[in-house]
T-cell receptor, first 114, second 112 residues
Framework: KQEVTQIPAALSVPEGENLVLNCSFT??????LQWFRQDPGKGLTSLLL?????REQTSGRLNASLDKSSGRSTLYIAASQPGDSATYLC?????????????FGKGTMLLVSP | DAGITQSPRYKITETGRQVTLMCHQT?????MFWYRQDLGHGLRLIYY???????DKGEVPDGYVVSRSKTENFPLTLESATRSQTSVYFC???????????FGPGTRLTVT
């Protein structure tokens, strides 16, 4: 059974700092990996999707990397801002009874202070 | 409105009652999913659907029923609600199984 772990569970940084969130998964047979952001009391917003054949994806100040063989992904946030404060979730797409479904980590809660 | 919507956004019900959570998407995505989110467990898949009239169980399907007669709708029914089903429920959709999943705003369900 696929397991996804996110470290750290919580992170507090001052504004302007560059930071890295980590995600690891136990089974390398994935279709893709997706990073989400969740604000308190809200739904999930997709940030980046990396297909299994890709090594990284970039969107603005965000850069996500994928090392499928070692079962790891990182989300790099450059020049953090208070508006980046949220919970960040990593999810991997795995085969389940003939269909692909997402398995989620428990998230990293990020607080960026002014 | 375009996108994926859920209703109701908040629901309080009593143990033993039947309750249906609605999910509607306007993108004509083939795939739809129901998740529940609980402290300590994260997001767990309840049911998913690859197309109209095709559904399958996820990780935690017990006590839930789904149907998908139309591509755009994917209701989730709790046949006899229990306190352990108190949770936040999210619906999601995707164009195909290897594409991004887009999530609705969630339904906060409390079973008393």
């Amino acid at each position: 059974k696929q397991e996804v772990t996110q470290i750290p569970a919580a992170l507090s940084v001052p504004e302007g700092e560059n930071l890295v969130l980590n995600c690891s998964f136990t089974d390398s047979a994935i279709y893709n990996l997706q990073w989400f952001r969740q604000d308190p009391g809200k739904g999930l917003t997709s940030l980046l999707l990396i297909q299994s054949s890709q090594r990284e994806q970039t969107s603005g100040r965000l850069n996500a990397s994928l090392d499928k063989s070692s079962g790891r992904s990182t989300l790099y946030i450059a020049a953090s801002q208070p508006g980046d404060s949220a919970t960040y979730l990593c999810a991997v797409s795995v085969m389940n009874s003939g269909y692909s479904t997402l398995t989620f980590g428990k998230g990293t809660m990020l607080l960026v202070s002014p | 409105d375009a996108g994926i919507t859920q209703s109701p956004r908040y629901k309080i019900t009593e143990t033993g009652r039947q309750v249906t959570l609605m999910c509607h998407q306007t993108w004509s995505h083939s795939y739809m999913f129901w998740y529940r989110q609980d402290l300590g467990h994260g997001l767990r898949l309840i049911y998913y659907s690859a197309a109209a009239d095709i559904t399958d169980k996820g990780e935690v399907p017990d006590g839930y029923v789904v149907s998908r007669s139309k591509t755009e709708n994917f209701p989730l029914t709790l046949e006899s609600a229990t306190r352990s089903q108190t949770s936040v429920y999210f619906c999601a959709s995707a164009l195909s199984e290897t594409y991004e999943q887009y999530f609705g705003p969630g339904t906060r369900l409390t079973v008393t």
